[in-house]
C-alpha cells in the first residue's frame, strides 16, 4: 500500500513539476516579447506554493518510520509550520486577476484577438490549477496521517478548518497583503485588518473566503472520489 502511494505521489509530482517549469517559460516568453517584467513574481509564488507539499510529504515520510520523541517533536513543528504556510498553494488561484490586469480592456482593439492575452491566460489558469491541486494533495497527506489517529468523523472535521483557515490566509494574502510568517511577526495587525474588513460595508470577506473554501472542498471531494477509499493512496 505505501509503495502504491509512493509510486502515485511520485508520478504526481513529475506532472506538476514539469507544469511548473512550463509556467515559468511561458512567463519568461512573455516577458521577453513584452520586454516587461510581467509574471516575474510568478517564480516566487510558485516556489511558496510548492513548499506545502514538500512539507506534508516529509511528515507522510517520517511518521510512516518508527517515531521517537526526537522525531515526534519534529512532525510537530513541522504540521506548524505546514498549517501557516498551506494558504500558499491556493493562493496561485487568485493569480487569475493578471491575465486581465495587463491587457487593456478599453483599447479599440478587443484584447482577447492578441495572442499574448491568450497565453497570459492560459498560463494563469495552468498555475490556479497547479495551486489548487498542490493545496488538496498536501491536505490529503495530512488527512492519511489524522486518520491513524482519530475517528473519521473527527478527522473530517479537523480537515473542514484547515480548509476554512486556508482559504482566509488567501484573502489575508491577496488583499491585506500579508505573507505567512507575519502571523507570526504581527498576529495583532491582521486579526485587526479582518475584523476591520468584516464591519466594513462592501466587505468581500465571507464571500470571497467562502467561494476558495467551496474550490478547495471540491477539488477535495474529486481527488477522494477519483482516486478511491482515501486509505488506498
Known amino acids: 500500500m505505501n509503495n502504491h502511494k509512493n509510486t502515485f505521489y511520485l508520478k504526481l509530482s513529475s506532472v506538476l513539476i514539469v ?27 510558485m516556489f511558496l506554493a510548492w513548499v506545502p507539499f514538500i512539507i506534508s510529504s516529509t511528515i507522510s515520510y517520517v511518521s510512516n518510520k518508527k517515531l521517537s520523541k526526537t522525531s515526534i517533536a519534529l512532525v510537530g513543528v513541522m504540521c506548524a509550520c505546514w498549517l501557516f504556510l498551506l494558504p500558499n498553494s ?3 488561484f487568485t493569480e487569475i486577476l493578471h491575465a486581465f490586469r495587463y491587457f487593456d480592456s478599453q483599447e479599440e482593439t478587443k484584447f482577447w484577438v492578441n495572442i499574448d492575452f491568450w497565453y497570459s491566460l492560459s498560463l494563469t489558469f495552468v498555475v490556479a490549477i497547479l495551486g489548487l491541486i498542490l493545496s488538496i494533495c498536501s491536505i490529503h497527506q495530512i488527512h492519511r ?9 473527527s ?14 490566509g488567501v484573502y489575508i494574502g491577496r488583499f491585506n497583503r500579508w505573507n505567512s510568517w507575519d502571523v507570526l511577526k504581527q498576529p495583532g495587525l491582521i486579526l485587526k485588518d479582518i475584523m476591520n474588513d468584516l464591519s466594513a460595508g462592501n466587505s468581500i470577506l465571507v464571500e470571497f473566503v467562502a467561494l476558495v473554501f467551496v474550490i478547495q472542498a471540491l477539488g477535495y471531494i474529486t481527488l477522494r472520489i477519483l482516486t478511491g477509499r482515501s486509505n488506498n493512496i
Open 19 to 45: 507544469a511548473t517549469i512550463g509556467c515559468l517559460l511561458v512567463a519568461v516568453y512573455l516577458r521577453t516579447k513584452s520586454n516587461t517584467n510581467m509574471y516575474q513574481f510568478l517564480t516566487w509564488d
Open 90 to 92: 491556493a493562493y496561485l
Open 145 to 153: 496521517l489524522l486518520n491513524k489517529r482519530l475517528n473519521p468523523f
Open 155 to 168: 478527522s473530517m472535521v479537523v480537515v473542514g478548518v484547515i480548509l476554512l483557515l486556508s482559504s482566509l
